[in-house]
């Protein structure tokens, strides 16, 4: 048996609770025993290993519900040109970005398959604890679809073995399609109920896949032990067919109008904002790296976006922390909360949002996202006070130590 207490910090454990002074947690092997006052814990006989946080702050792994960890940025020339096993190789950086960033656990909404996983698992390479959903399935002309007007085709997910092809029509293509999803090792499904930013024939108002389609999607997933289904959605007819349908999560959400905001609270439909996501697009279009069509469409959308997204949230509508990375470099993640800040929730919510409530998007609420005896020791020490300054967290530096399913895997003191 292995003991470490955390020690000598304030304790914000990702609950909402108000901040614990002199609080400790003490580790044993992968899971969290006990929690509270330091002077209220009681040690183990055997040898404790003790870790100093220096009178900063002890807080949950944070948890992104929606990376891309086999992509960074849309180039459509250089990812043309770049072998296809890079792909695989430059992962290994993003995923250790991801962990640096203090990022323990994500959900891979399209382009991970279950190598990627078990190469995480296993300890091949380093990385956060993912759910994956491998292809997005998109409608023919769709959002991931990417056939262009010149007839050409750039797929940022191409098919492949363990990697079913995306293009989908009809509903017993879709029921089809989504065992042969489920039969690679999908976690989730992914699907797109709406056109995209970043797709070349389309806009984020255009409804993608008929109710029929998005019923037998959602109904074939739950079959499988209850998998939820997550939607790029951004245009509201979209937005509230998927809702109807069942879908788990509405990933963007750019276009809600009141109706699709009451509909995600009758139905408990989770919201994932990625705030970040048209501002990288226009971020990266100034270095000249995303296509023209995307950039005009971020344009178009950031405002709205944020606007939307700030009436869910006094709505009431449950909102899980995501980011889209891979639009952006991975590891700087965290850069969502202070959006999120801006929109109107507080820098409590958003930390409960990354932490608490995107575990329990996750389905995983009763394993992480708190600081909690008996749930996996994923730990992380801050420098800074992040209720104070949550733009603090974007600073990978103010986050000098990574505990990881009790294991440290980042520790810059």
Not at 14 to 36: C, E, F, H, S, Y
Request: proline fraction near 4%.
């Amino acid at each position: 048996m292995t003991y470490q207490l955390i020690r000598n910090g304030t304790l914000i454990d990702g609950t909402g609770a108000t901040p614990m002074t002199d609080a400790a947690v003490l580790v044993k092997d992968n899971r969290i025993q006990a929690v509270g006052k330091a002077s209220s814990i009681r040690l183990p006989d055997a040898q404790t290993t003790e870790i100093d946080a220096k009178g900063g702050f002890i807080l949950p792994g944070m948890i992104d519900t929606h990376v891309h960890v086999m992509l960074e940025g849309v180039n459509i020339v250089r990812d043309m040109m770049t072998p296809f096993s890079m792909r695989f190789y430059n992962s290994v950086k993003y995923l250790k970005n991801t962990i640096d960033a203090g990022i323990t656990s994500v959900r891979d909404a399209g382009g991970a398959d279950a190598g990627t996983k078990q190469a995480v698992e296993s300890g091949v390479i380093l990385g956060p604890r993912l759910q994956i959903s491998i292809s997005v399935l998109t409608t023919t002309g769709g959002h991931g679809d990417g056939w262009m007007l010149s007839g050409m085709e750039y797929d940022l997910f191409m098919a492949y073995p363990g990697f079913p092809e995306c293009r989908v029509d009809g509903v017993d293509d879709c029921r089809r399609k989504v065992r042969e999803v489920l039969r690679a090792g999908a976690d989730v499904i992914k699907i797109c109920s709406t056109g995209g930013v970043l797709s070349p024939t389309d806009h984020p108002e255009f409804t993608q896949f008929s109710p029929e389609e998005l019923e037998v999607i959602v109904r074939e997933a739950s079959y499988r032990r209850g998998v939820k289904v997550m939607s790029h959605a951004q245009g509201a007819e979209g937005v509230k067919n998927a809702i109807r349908a069942g879908v788990h999560s509405i990933e963007h959400g750019i276009f809600l109008d009141d109706e699709a905001i009451d509909l995600m609270l009758k139905h408990g439909t989770y919201l994932v904002p990625t705030l970040l996501a048209p501002l990288a697009v226009l971020e990266a279009g100034e270095k000249g790296g995303m296509p023209e069509y995307g950039i005009r469409k971020s344009r178009e959308v950031i405002e709205i976006h944020s606007d939307s997204i700030g009436r869910a949230h006094k709505a009431g509508v449950r909102i899980a922390m995501g980011t889209d990375a891979g639009v952006m470099p991975h590891g700087t993640n965290l850069r969502e909360l202070g959006l999120m800040n801006k929109i109107g929730m507080n820098p409590m919510e958003t930390i409960v949002s990354t932490t608490k409530t995107a575990a329990e998007c996750l389905g995983w609420g009763d394993q992480v996202g708190t600081i909690e005896a008996g749930k996996l020791a994923d730990v992380i020490l801050l420098k800074t006070d992040p209720l104070k300054d949550i733009r603090s967290l974007e600073n990978v530096d103010n986050i000098p130590l990574v505990m990881k399913d009790g294991k440290i895997v980042k520790d810059k003191r």
